[in-house]
């Protein structure tokens, strides 16, 4: 499949759930076991509200909204972020959600750059996110 965005095409928001499951399957994948992820003692001794998710996951569950969208992994050049905010995960079946939605900022030289906007609770808690795909030639 070949991807061909234009300038202000805009996609989402898409709705991605986390739960403490989440956070358990995701410090077996990526060997981070800090308890702030885990244990609400943790995450208040070291000055949090609570468990939080790992910023990784919050990053790679906003990349993986985008790479759907763009029909794929392979196409994509770069990507960056800064992480801004915890996102918070109570302890309920429902957990949260983060909301990731993007624009097409520019189009040139056989790439498209997205801004993309992720919050949680509708407060931003990525900043500066920008990806970059590869587009078809037309």
């Known amino acids: 499949m070949s991807v061909h965005l234009t300038e202000g095409q805009t996609f989402g928001p898409r709705t991605i759930g986390v739960t ?3 956070l358990v399957r995701y410090a077996g994948a990526s060997g981070d076991f800090n308890p702030i992820h885990h244990s609400d003692r943790a995450a208040r001794e070291a000055g949090m509200a609570g468990v939080i998710a790992h910023g990784m996951w919050t990053m ?3 990349l ?10 392979e196409h994509v050049m770069s990507q960056r972020a800064r992480f801004t905010r915890p996102v918070l995960v109570p302890d309920t079946k429902e957990g949260t959600s983060i909301e990731v939605s993007a624009t097409v900022r520019t189009v040139a030289d ?3 750059t997205l801004g993309v906007d992720v919050r949680c609770g ?3 808690v990525l900043g500066r996110v920008e990806v ?5 030639e037309q």
């Open 20 to 22: 403490r499951t989440t």
């Open 60 to 62: 790679g569950a906003a």
């Open 64 to 73: 993986g909204a985008v790479i759907a969208w763009v029909g794929g992994p």
């Open 110 to 112: 056989g790439t498209a």
């Open 122 to 124: 509708g407060q931003s």
């Open 132 to 136: 970059v795909v590869r587009q078809e």
